[in-house]
Nanobody, 123 residues
Framework: DVQLVESGGGSVQRGGSLRLSCSVS????????LGWFRQTPGKEREGLEV???????NTEDSAKGRFTVSRDNDKNTFYLQMNNPKPEDSAMYHC??????????????????WGQGTQVTVS
């Protein structure tokens, strides 16, 4: 079974940087759409940026210019690099995956596999 485990969350100062990791087990990441999402209490889960099997990115406006998804095939892991975070970026961050060669959606309902989440707090 495919499992995703996030790490790297924590506290970061406004204007700093933070990298979240999502380790994938049970299959090879190159076969998947890989995405990062975030959620705050009372709000729907929001897509940030997703990466397809050919490394084409689909990015939401809230992430453009600041957040970037990348993939390390050797480690079977993908990342969210957060640059210049703002207090409004504080949230629970989740990684997700769907096995497909199609273009990737930024809609959370499209994804089949999810990590447990890692909290990011920006002050």
């Amino acid at each position: 079974d495919v499992q995703l485990v996030e790490s790297g969350g924590g506290s970061v100062q406004r204007g700093g940087s933070l990298r979240l990791s999502c380790s994938v087990s049970g299959d090879t990441v190159t076969k998947y759409c890989l995405g990062w999402f975030r959620q705050t209490p009372g709000k729907e889960r929001e897509g940030l940026e997703v990466l397809d099997s050919d490394c084409y990115r689909n990015t939401e406006d809230s992430a453009k210019g600041r957040f970037t998804v990348s993939r390390d095939n050797d480690k079977n892991t993908f990342y969210l690099q957060m640059n210049n975070p703002k207090p409004e970026d504080s949230a629970m961050y989740h990684c997700a995956a769907r096995k497909t060669r199609a273009a990737c959606s930024t809609s959370s309902s499209w994804y089949d596999y999810w990590g447990q989440g890692t909290q990011v707090t920006v002050s």
